[in-house]
């Protein structure tokens, strides 16, 4: 078995929700990503990966890392071995932060962040709709709009990145705007990445414009996940959003997912404004932890 085999049978045995086609594409677009398994008498116990943070831009001072132990193997140190060795691939790499996502529900991974010096660095609200019973609504786009997929109009995949060029930058975060990066990777990031479906990119239009897009991302979990919705600033206010986020719930409805899952940052109160009108509840928020690699 392989060092990445090794690791994705400790993280998808520790996290339900973790891809391991997702994570291989991500590490595999960065090459000096590391992943690293430790075995207890031939069983993966425990794993770690680093790699860049691609909405930060390759210059960033930090890396993200993931760390999990099996249940059966915690409480021997092996996270703490494993953290180090993030810790000196960092250093080697000129980086100075390490940042671990971690769900708020996870009591032990918290206190075990906390006990590596570890501290909250940005806060997601999750959210979730359940789809049983569930009524769908009709998308209803405001006079003079349309809601297509790329599936269905695969010519305007250019205009969906000047979408994300102009909304990604006004997601709040502590670390100021986010990168958008050149097209070819943006695609490689987003269209390319395994489990992409085209018919899942729902397109707003005005005539020839695209005036936003939403995506969505099946989890190997059984939930599907919405993984952007961006709206061109001078398309906002009109209910551009809401319609892309009708249309969405239409189709999962249809099609007998059972739940849609979400994130916003806590400042983006418009995005948790539709949300919330649209029957989302609150789940357990999803945290990044921040923690400086030490010299």
Request: aromatic share 8%; with cysteine.
């Amino acid at each position: 078995m392989d060092e990445f085999a090794a690791a994705a049978v400790v993280f998808t045995t520790v996290r339900p929700w973790w891809d391991p086609r997702r994570a291989a594409h991500y590490l595999g677009l960065d090459p000096d990503s590391v992943v690293r398994c430790i075995d207890v008498e031939g069983a993966p116990a425990g794993a770690m990966s680093i790699g860049r943070l691609f909405h930060h831009g390759p210059d960033d001072d930090s890396l993200f890392c993931e760390i999990g132990v099996v249940e059966g193997y915690r409480r021997r140190g092996i996270g703490r071995a494993l953290h180090a060795e993030a810790a000196a691939a960092a250093r080697v790499r000129g980086k100075r932060y390490l940042h671990i996502v971690a769900n708020e529900a996870e009591e032990a991974g918290l206190a075990f962040l906390g006990a590596l010096g570890f501290g909250e660095h940005e806060r997601a609200k999750a959210l979730g709709l359940r789809l049983d019973g569930l009524r769908a609504p009709a998308p209803n786009p405001p006079p003079g709009y349309a809601i297509t997929t790329l599936a269905e109009a695969p010519h305007l995949e250019r205009r969906v990145y000047e979408v994300d060029r102009e909304a990604v930058p006004d997601i709040p975060s502590p670390d100021g705007p986010q990168v958008v990066p050149a097209y070819e990777e943006w695609r490689a990031l987003q269209l390319e990445q395994p489990g992409f479906r085209p018919d899942l990119l729902f397109v707003a239009t005005t005539g020839d414009e695209v005036a936003g897009y939403s995506l969505l991302m099946e989890v190997p979990d059984g939930t599907v996940e919405h993984q952007m919705t961006g709206v061109l600033r001078a398309h906002r206010g009109r209910g551009v959003a809401s319609a892309l986020k009708r249309a969405v719930i239409a189709w999962a409805a249809a099609t007998g997912v059972r739940e849609l899952v979400t994130e916003n940052a806590p400042d983006n109160t418009a995005m948790r404004g539709i949300n919330r009108r649209l029957g989302y509840e609150p789940k357990p928020d999803w945290l990044v932890f921040r923690g400086e690699v030490a010299s």
